[in-house]
């Protein structure tokens, strides 16, 4: 079983950046991909990066490329999203999310077996 804890969320204004972070429980977090998704009102939650087990591939969605970096410290049960150039359209709740993938692609929400509660990130213009 694994926990999955989110923080670093907040109010920030367009243009500026955030670090989210996803503190894990559990001896297994370095054997699964994680990932980070978002939901924001009236819309469905949406991939936005993933990172392999051993942090060695990662996968950004188009529209966060360039501006969000996903990474991990596997000595640290932790994985990280560093989000800049943010823009209001990032606005949502961002959820970390953990599992084997099992064959769905790093984008798909039902290669994740566990979920963290989620952390508001709201940004102004």
């Known amino acids: 079983q694994v926990q999955l804890v989110e923080s670093g969320g907040g109010l920030v204004q367009a243009g500026g950046s955030l670090r989210l972070s996803c503190a894990a429980s559990?001896?297994?977090?370095?054997?699964?991909?994680m990932g980070w998704f978002r939901q924001a009102p009236g819309k469905e939650r949406e991939f936005v990066a993933c990172?392999?087990?051993?942090?060695?591939?990662?996968w950004h969605a188009d529209s966060v490329k360039g501006r969000f970096t996903i990474s991990r410290d596997n000595a640290k049960n932790t994985v990280y999203l560093q989000m800049n150039s943010l823009k209001p359209e990032d606005t949502a709740v961002y959820y970390c999310?953990?599992?084997?993938?099992?064959?769905?692609?790093?984008?798909?929400?039902?290669?994740?077996?566990?979920w963290g509660q989620g952390t508001q990130v709201t940004v102004s213009s």
């Open positions: 990172i392999s087990w051993s942090g060695g591939s990662t």
């Open positions: 999310a953990g599992g084997r993938l099992l064959g769905y692609g790093p984008q798909d929400s039902d290669g994740y077996d566990y």
């Open positions: 559990g001896r297994t977090f370095s054997s699964y991909a």
